[in-house]
């Protein structure tokens, strides 16, 4: 443990002792997530992947109201807490994808965070999707899968937050040339990869590491998120009926 991390470990002791936490969506006393916002990441929601084995990827949930609350506490405002509900909730998705087939379990996958700025994990002080990526791997091996997670993926050079930009082709010339791959972490790739992040909007970044990896000899199988932000009208077909009774029982 870092001075940092003990320091921030000791601020949050000192926090919940003299304030004592709420719900990260809802503030209803001493839950970090209570049962029903985790209900809300109960909500399977698809968006299109070109290039990737399965075509799509999909999100636990919806992101706006409550969810947008907690997510964007834990990502920039150092609700670690929530690291937990959060993997739990992409830990049943992945049985949702390993019960329809979508995961085959005779497959090696390297799980593969998408990353975050330098400035971002300075401000931070982490990459908030790594321990996304832990957790699903960690999932798969329950299953008896072969999986592993590995920080794969780099960014170099953007100037803007994410929040800077709203339309798809802003958020596309936003990290378009500056998703860099690790070349020694590149050598110890195995099977297909599935790609983890917090929050897809127009899904650029998805896109844009999912076609990088490719052009690497490495074939994305599917990507998962926290929550999709879906274009107005917008509902990408598919397993949508499966995953929506397969995720909502395992909740």
Request: aromatic share 4%.
């Amino acid at each position: 443990m870092t001075f940092r991390d003990a320091c921030r470990e000791l601020a949050c002791a000192v926090r919940d002792l003299c304030f004592p936490r709420g719900c990260a969506a809802c503030d209803m006393p001493d839950e970090v997530l209570c049962a029903r916002c985790r209900g809300l990441l109960a909500n399977p929601q698809f968006f299109a992947l070109p290039d990737s084995v399965l075509g799509w990827g999909m999100a636990c949930g919806r992101y706006g109201g409550a969810l947008r609350r907690a997510i964007l506490g834990w990502k920039d405002h150092g609700d670690v807490e929530c690291d937990i509900p959060f993997a739990e909730a992409l830990g049943q998705a992945v049985d949702a994808l390993v019960r329809s087939g979508c995961l085959e379990r005779d497959r090696a996958y390297t799980v593969v965070p998408v990353p975050s700025s330098p400035r971002s994990v300075r401000r931070r002080g982490r990459r908030q999707c790594v321990p996304l990526a832990i957790a699903v791997a960690d999932r798969l091996a329950d299953y008896g899968v072969a999986a592993e997670a590995v920080d794969l993926l780099r960014i170099r050079g953007i100037r803007l937050k994410s929040v800077q930009v709203t339309t798809a082709a802003q958020r596309h010339h936003r990290v378009a040339g500056h998703v860099q791959v690790d070349e020694e972490a590149l050598r110890s790739l195995k099977g297909h990869v599935i790609l983890i992040d917090d929050i897809v909007t127009s899904g650029a970044t998805m896109r844009t590491c999912t076609a990088l990896l490719d052009a690497h000899g490495a074939s994305v199988w599917t990507a998962m998120a926290l929550v999709h932000t879906p274009p107005r009208g917008a509902v990408h077909q598919g397993h949508c009926d499966t995953f929506t009774a397969d995720v909502s029982s395992a909740a």
